[in-house]
């Protein structure tokens, strides 16, 4: 993921990393701080189940949203792992730096101002996001998938944004806020909640050692 957001014009100065277990010991040997976490979780049907359930209570009791948040929606099949670096990167403008030729702070800047779904849109159109996309994903240590492939994996977000953690999940039609916590925190809290999920996997993005 490091050489993906190095590739879409992301100078090195923070990195993604594998978190390897939930320990506090194994916790502690993450570097701080720690700007975002992305999770690749299995897709159940429990888990469908609770998605649902869960949209339909905040959209009966909607949750404060930051007009700061920026979150995009997933249309692209198999593209959940960049909608999750789109979303780890984009709430986290301001602490990493750019290539002036980046197609990564490109599209940020000209979706800025955007709704999810016209970033959706955009991104479905932007073939230097793509062409990177499927040069990595052809990297990889299994076969990639093609976009219409049915996969049971899914990335997702979780980012500090003014103080809040925010998930953030292209699949979902709003961000869902999961409380107060910090750089210094987001690990410990995130952790916490994510326990309440299911099994997972965790990745971090750090500030480079």
């Keep these: 993921m490091t050489k993906f957001v190095s590739c879409l014009g992301m100078k090195p100065t923070w990195q993604f990393g594998d978190v390897y277990g939930l320990d506090p010991e194994l916790l502690s040997m993450v570097p701080r701080p720690v700007c975002a976490v992305l999770l690749l979780f299995p897709v159940t049907e429990k888990y469908e189940a609770f998605k ?3 949209e339909e209570r905040l959209k009966e ?3 404060e949203v930051s007009p700061d948040v920026y979150f995009i929606k997933q249309t692209i099949g198999n593209a959940c792992g ?5 979303h780890a990167v984009a709430n986290n403008q301001a602490r990493l730096a ?3 030729d980046s197609p990564l702070k490109k599209f940020l800047e000209q979706t800025s101002k955007m709704t999810p779904e016209e970033r959706a849109v955009l991104l479905e159109k932007d073939e230097s996001i793509r062409v990177i996309h499927e ?3 052809q990297e990889g240590q299994t076969e990639a998938p093609s976009l219409d492939d049915k996969v049971n994996l899914h990335f997702i977000a979780f980012v500090n944004v003014g103080g809040h953690l925010y998930e953030l999940d292209g ?6 806020v999961h409380g107060k916590t910090s750089e210094d925190t987001l690990l410990e809290v995130k952790t916490t909640t994510l326990k309440q999920i299911l099994e997972r996997k965790l ?3 750090s500030n480079k050692v």
Excluded at 82 to 86: D, F, M, Q, S
Excluded at 171 to 176: A, E, I, S, T
């Design 52 to 54: 649902q359930e869960e």
């Design 61 to 63: 009791q909607p949750q």
């Design 82 to 86: 960049t909608i999750g670096l789109i």
């Design 98 to 100: 750019f290539e002036p």
């Design 135 to 137: 040069s990595r994903a």
């Design 171 to 176: 699949r979902k039609p709003f961000p869902v």
């Design 203 to 205: 990745i971090f993005i």
